[in-house]
Each structure stands twice: as structure tokens, then as C-alpha cells.
Nanobody, 115 residues
Framework: QVQLVESGGGLVQPGGSLRLSCVAS????????MGWYRQAPGKQRELVAV???????NYADSVKGQFTIFRDGVANTVYLQMNSLKPEDTAVYYC?????????WGQGTQVTVSS
């Protein structure tokens, strides 16, 4: 079993930045793909960014060049650096860990971009 705990969400003005954190209960980065997803009101949950066990990153087209996913294996933490935030980035952001057998989710953290 793996627990994922997100933090770092909040209210930010358009153009601002936030960094989300996801702490895993144990060291899983070498065997799990880690990802950030988001779900806006009335919309389906969508993939934002992933980092594979090998360290390869991939992003949704809507956030390329704006968001960065990275991890700290010592701290068992994966981050999502979000810059130049827009109102359409408002959503609950979820951390995810998955391999071929297991799929874990965090509880989510709210990000609201508004003036």
C-alpha cells in the first residue's frame, strides 16, 4: 500500500505561480510512474504531467512550457511547478502513482486562479 499526500494548493492571481508537492509513504519512484492529474468542476479528470520511473517527463499540450514535474527521491516527493497560471488552470489537482499492478491516488489539492 502507498499513501500519497498532496499540498501546496491555494488561491493565486492570474500570472502567478504555485508549487504542488506530493509525498509518498515510501520510496517508489524507481518502480512507479508518478503523475499529476486535475479535475475542474463539471469536467473529467485529465492528465497534466507524468514522470516515469526512468525519469522521462511528458505533459499535456495545454501546460507544456508552463508546468514542470520533477521529483526528489530522498524526500519521496514529486512536485509540480506551475507558472503563468490562468483561470482555466483552476481545478483540484491529484497526485497519482501507478505501475502495471497498482494505481494509487492522493486526496487532491485545490488550485484556484482568480483575481
Amino acid at each position: 500500500q502507498v499513501q500519497l499526500v498532496e499540498s501546496g494548493g491555494g488561491l493565486v492571481q492570474p500570472g502567478g505561480s504555485l508549487r504542488l508537492s506530493c509525498v509518498a509513504s515510501r520510496n517508489i519512484f524507481s518502480t512507479y510512474r508518478m503523475g499529476w492529474y486535475r479535475q475542474a468542476p463539471g469536467k473529467q479528470r485529465e492528465l497534466v504531467a507524468v514522470i516515469t520511473a526512468g525519469g522521462v517527463t511528458n505533459y499535456a499540450d495545454s501546460v507544456k512550457g508552463q508546468f514542470t514535474i520533477f521529483r526528489d527521491g530522498v524526500a519521496n516527493t514529486v512536485y509540480l511547478q506551475m507558472n503563468s497560471l490562468k483561470p482555466e488552470d483552476t481545478a483540484v489537482y491529484y497526485c497519482n502513482a501507478q505501475n502495471g499492478w497498482y494505481n494509487y491516488w492522493g486526496q487532491g489539492t485545490q488550485v484556484t486562479v482568480s483575481s
